[in-house]
C-alpha cells in the first residue's frame, strides 16, 4: 500500500487534494488541514491555529498517521 492510499483508507474519502484534509471541529464546522512540504508543518485555517500556531485539527490529523506508522513519541 503507497502513502496516498493509506492517507484515503485513514480519512475515508475525506481527502481533497494532496496533502488538504477536512477535520470535523466543534459546532459543526468543517476546518481544512494542509500539509505543507516545503515548510514540513502543518496549517489550520481555524482561529486556534491562527492563534497559537496549533490546534486540535492539526493534532487530529498528525495523531492519525503516528497511529497508522506506529510512531511514538
Ligand atoms: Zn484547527
Same mark, same amino acid.
Given at each position: 500500500?503507497? +502513502? +496516498?492510499?493509506?492517507?484515503?483508507?485513514?480519512?475515508?474519502?475525506? #481527502?481533497? #487534494?494532496?496533502?488538504?484534509?477536512? /477535520?470535523?471541529?466543534?459546532?459543526?464546522?468543517?476546518?481544512? /488541514?494542509?500539509?505543507?512540504?516545503?515548510?514540513?508543518?502543518?496549517?489550520?485555517?481555524? +482561529?486556534?491555529?491562527?492563534?497559537?500556531?496549533?490546534?486540535?485539527?492539526?493534532?487530529?490529523?498528525?495523531?492519525?498517521?503516528?497511529?497508522?506508522?506506529? /510512531?511514538?513519541?
Amino acid at each position: 500500500m503507497n +502513502l +496516498l492510499d493509506k492517507i484515503i483508507d485513514t480519512f475515508d474519502g475525506e #481527502i481533497m #487534494i494532496d496533502n488538504q484534509w477536512r /477535520v470535523d471541529g466543534s459546532n459543526g464546522k468543517k476546518y481544512t /488541514v494542509k500539509w505543507d512540504k516545503f515548510h514540513r508543518n502543518y496549517s489550520c485555517e481555524c +482561529l486556534g491555529y491562527i492563534y497559537r500556531r496549533r490546534c486540535r485539527h492539526i493534532t487530529q490529523i498528525s495523531d492519525s498517521f503516528k497511529k497508522q506508522y506506529g /510512531v511514538k513519541k
